[in-house]
């Protein structure tokens, strides 16, 4: 689905996209979708044009076909999908720069998976929600997010299992881990017009807190367990 028609005419200037970066915050109206959105979603339509291109014949590998849904894949572009996603669940925008982590690990985790329209929106609901869970204190249920997703509580639960065992639950993201992402999204954008992924101070505040928390959590387990 193409980009409305008021992205098209105004050119989003570095200038409004490091206002975005700085001003976020939960309390805003939702009606804004963070312009981290539309990148996530230009690169990973990129990946998919890729991979279709090449059209390489797919091994019957468990990580190739986790997230195939069965019947027809969702009439819903990836940017609409994901506009879905943070309108209902109200993640930060450093959960979705958490999230293109996670796809990028699990495409190398499992070589023979190919993003692709049958398996694209149960990846990104898949990730979002795992996401969130890390960075995020507050979450809905997986029930919910499958509702938002279109799929099962049952489905949600599966792919959520399926995606951590096939990661070797290798979920955790250090500040500059999650630095060198949003610099590589800041790369690859800039080369189709010059755009700047936001990311707030406060994003990078919270991945530190939470690794002292699990250091803490860490070191409390140790002494019980003297």
């Given at each position: ?58 091994t019957s590998s468990k990580g190739a076909v986790v997230f195939d849904c ?157």
């Amino acid at each position: 689905m193409a980009a409305n028609s008021n992205n098209m005419i105004i050119p989003i200037s570095p200038r409004k996209l490091r206002s975005d970066l700085y001003s976020y915050s939960h309390s805003e109206d939702y009606s804004k979708i963070p312009l981290v959105i539309s990148v996530v979603a230009s690169l990973i339509e990129r990946n998919m044009a890729r991979n279709h291109r090449i059209a390489r014949n797919y091994t019957s590998s468990k990580g190739a076909v986790v997230f195939d849904c069965r019947d027809e894949a969702p009439d819903m572009s990836i940017q609409c999908y994901l506009e879905r996603i943070f309108r209902y669940t109200k993640a930060a925008p450093c959960v979705y720069v958490v999230a293109y982590v996670y796809i990028d690990r699990f495409c190398q985790q499992n070589p023979s998976f190919r993003i692709t329209l049958r398996n694209v929106h149960r990846l990104l609901i898949t990730t979002v929600m795992v996401a969130s869970k890390y960075v995020e204190d507050m979450n809905y249920r997986n029930s919910y997010y499958a509702r938002v997703g279109g799929l099962t509580t049952k489905e949600m639960n599966q792919l959520e299992m399926d995606f951590l065992f096939l990661m070797r639950f290798k979920c955790h993201v250090n500040l500059s881990v999650f630095e060198s992402y949003c610099c590589h999204l800041e790369r690859e954008v800039s080369i189709g017009g010059g755009y700047h992924i936001e990311r707030t101070l406060r994003c990078a505040e919270e991945l530190k807190s939470k690794q002292n928390q699990q250091t803490t959590y860490i070191n409390q387990i140790a002494r019980i367990m003297l």
